[in-house]
T-cell receptor, first 115, second 111 residues
């Protein structure tokens, strides 16, 4: 299995809703990432988990809450989002974050629309 | 200040043309440079370059790294409409710093 699976593919939510994005990989990768991508822009790093511990938080607002229940799963909990949070949310994984041969494998993304 | 700069930002060519995309970087403790292709959804991996002067090739795509001048190029020969995408360059440096992406080059190939 060489895939990163993200669900749901599309999500529409109101500003008062609570929802979650899910990401799963079975490649034995120990680093997992959340990126946010707006239209016509490159992916922007949000969070990095290394060996199930939060390693990097790129000053992301607390309305985004990551969780790594085990080495294969990564969640992003969403609460009280704003319309400007609408974007494609990409999950990625890699063997680890310190290897010089660190190729990220991306999931297909979850397209989020906040009304 | 951007650590990874790609040029051009966008490019329109006709089928059959050859294109060269550029990526320059300015980081300390460089480790590797990666090229990704992004169509509608997830970026897909193309090449990883760690050594200067060694060309990586896959079909009509090829890439090379110059660690002295701190840049890489991605060449696409005999372009096809299916090559239309955003091409992202990313650099890995230091210890636990994850990939840093450039802004990408949007390539449009018209028939």
């Amino acid at each position: 299995d060489t895939e990163v699976t993200q669900t749901p593919k599309h999500l529409v939510m109101g500003m008062t809703n609570k929802k979650s994005l899910k990401c799963e990989q079975h490649m034995g990768h120990r680093a997992m990432y959340w990126y946010k991508q707006k239209a016509k822009k490159p992916p922007e790093l949000m969070f990095v988990y290394s060996y199930e511990k939060l390693s990097i938080n790129e000053s992301v607002p607390s309305r985004f809450s990551p969780e790594c229940p085990n080495s294969s799963l990564l969640n992003l909990h969403l609460h009280a989002l704003q319309p400007e949070d609408s974007a494609l949310y990409l999950c990625a994984s890699s063997q680890d974050i310190s290897s010089g041969a660190n190729v990220l494998t991306f999931g297909a993304g979850s397209r989020l629309t906040v009304l | 200040e951007d650590k990874v700069v790609q040029s051009p930002l966008s490019l329109v060519v006709h089928e059959g043309d050859t294109v060269t995309l550029n990526c320059s970087y300015e980081v300390t403790n460089f480790r590797s440079l990666l090229w990704y292709k992004q169509e509608k959804k997830a970026p897909t991996f193309l090449f990883m370059l760690t050594s200067s002067g060694i060309e990586k090739k896959s079909g009509r795509l090829s890439s090379i790294l110059d660690k002295k001048e701190l840049f890489s190029i991605l060449n696409i020969t005999a372009t096809q409409t299916g090559d239309s995408a955003i091409y992202l360059c990313a650099v890995l440096y230091s210890g636990n710093t994850p990939l840093v992406f450039g802004k990408g080059t949007r390539l449009s190939v018209i028939a």
